[in-house]
């Protein structure tokens, strides 16, 4: 839609009064928060990444890594091949207005390179299919995992102090423009939410809840609704105030985390999130990201931004059914795969470290060297192997 390309794009502030004012400087603006949607996938993944880890008594790192790198990497590389297909279905007509959102977000003339670039999904350009930047940084907080659950560790008794910690960091990093601190601050703020989970996670289950606990639950998704949107009202409302704008994007990451809370303990919430329409649409959600701007760009250029109203009743259904079908044959799989991989290399390493490779082998199939401190320890103390003990990752809940 050109109205809201030029606003985020090209910083047009709409008339106040107008459906785009309305839709945008109000609460409603929910509907349409797309970044402010990423700050909540962002604290989620911190918290259900985070649980397995600190839940158990033990951890399997070797196969976390395997199994974490291939579950994401498989879909994202899928998805770089269907974007570059769709790039080479249609040339752009010059002659066929655009919106701007649509002109930087499309490539022109497509080579193979830009595709394989795209499989560094750390560094790698992401304009052929521009939601990836945040995977991006879904795969930083993997690969640094075990530093933000040491963090939430130490910090497990300053919950609260640390979320407020993690929205100063991130208003820091709005006014010098350093992303990393407000995004790995929102994985953070999710790590940290552990704890209270694990304690307290079937609280929202309970049956009778009084009428001050659903209020409560109530002014608590109000709030987190108008923490995550704060900055939009500021912005359309004539603020200029660097430092004002700043908080109001800062504290998204609070409205995140109340959005978080209230899906696991109001029940009232839960009762939404467990209905069969909606599950279905979260099975197929990490899909949907992944495939359904190519395929809204494909209708852009075929139609124009003068009939976009157009291009979405197409590329809305195209884009559900595509992501069920990737969903099915593409990321399903890639699980599969990814959890097999894992538990086979984390299997050969563990051989690999109990196997002891100081001397050569007796008869007996004994180490020379396991055989000579045999020989030096106290008589009738027969040696003691211990086996690693295998711990999986609990399956689950995993953006």
């Not at 497990?156 to 790995?184: H, K, Q």
């Not at 989970?197 to 289950?205: D, E």
């Not at 009743?313 to 593409?330: D, E, G, I, R, T």
């Not at 470290?353 to 007796?362: C, E, S």
Request: hydrophobic share 50%.
């Amino acid at each position: 839609m050109p109205e809201y390309a030029n606003l985020y794009l090209a910083g047009k502030i709409p008339a106040q009064g107008t459906l785009l004012w309305w839709l945008n400087a109000t609460p409603l603006k929910i509907f349409t928060a797309g970044s402010e949607a990423v700050l909540v996938f962002f604290v989620l993944s911190g918290l259900v990444v985070s649980l397995p880890v600190l839940r158990a008594k033990s951890f399997d790192w070797t196969a976390y890594y395997i199994t974490r790198t291939l579950r994401l990497w498989i879909p994202v590389a899928a998805s770089l091949l269907l974007a570059g297909l769709c790039v080479t279905l249609v040339t752009p007509d010059p002659a066929v207005s655009v919106s701007k959102w649509v002109a930087e977000s499309d490539v022109p003339l497509l080579e193979w390179q830009e595709v394989v670039r795209g499989f560094d999904a750390v560094r790698g350009p992401t304009r052929i299919n521009n939601p990836l930047w945040s995977i991006q940084w879904e795969f930083i907080f993997s690969f640094l995992l075990p530093v933000f659950v040491g963090i939430a560790v130490v910090m497990r008794r300053w919950i609260v102090a640390t979320i407020c910690l993690c929205v100063i960091l991130a208003v820091v990093g709005v006014m010098n423009d350093i992303s990393f601190m407000i995004f790995l601050s929102a994985f953070l703020a999710g790590a940290v939410l552990v704890f209270p989970v694990i304690a307290r996670t079937r609280r929202y289950r309970s049956r009778g809840a009084s009428a001050w606990t659903r209020a409560g639950w109530l002014g608590c998704f109000i709030a987190a609704v108008l923490l995550l949107c704060a900055y939009w009202p500021l912005l359309l409302g004539g603020n200029t105030d660097p430092l004002a704008l700043a908080i109001g994007k800062g504290v998204g990451i609070l409205g995140a985390v109340l959005i978080v809370l209230c899906a696991i303990y109001s029940r009232t919430v839960a009762r939404f999130l467990e209905l069969g329409f909606v599950q279905w649409l979260g099975k197929i959600s990490f899909s949907l990201y992944l495939v359904h701007v190519p395929i809204i760009e494909l209708f852009s250029r075929l139609l124009g931004s003068d009939h976009w109203m157009r291009a979405l009743l197409f590329a809305v259904p195209v884009s559900v059914a595509v992501a069920w079908m990737f969903s099915k044959f593409v990321e399903l799989p890639s699980h599969r795969l990814s959890r097999y991989v894992g538990r086979f290399v984390s299997a050969k390493f563990r051989e690999y470290v109990a196997t002891d490779h100081i001397g050569p082998r007796t008869r007996d199939n004994t180490p020379s060297g396991e055989r000579f401190r045999a020989s030096q320890s106290d008589p009738g103390v027969e040696p003691v192997s211990i086996p690693v003990r295998e711990i999986r990752p609990t399956t689950g809940l995993n953006p």
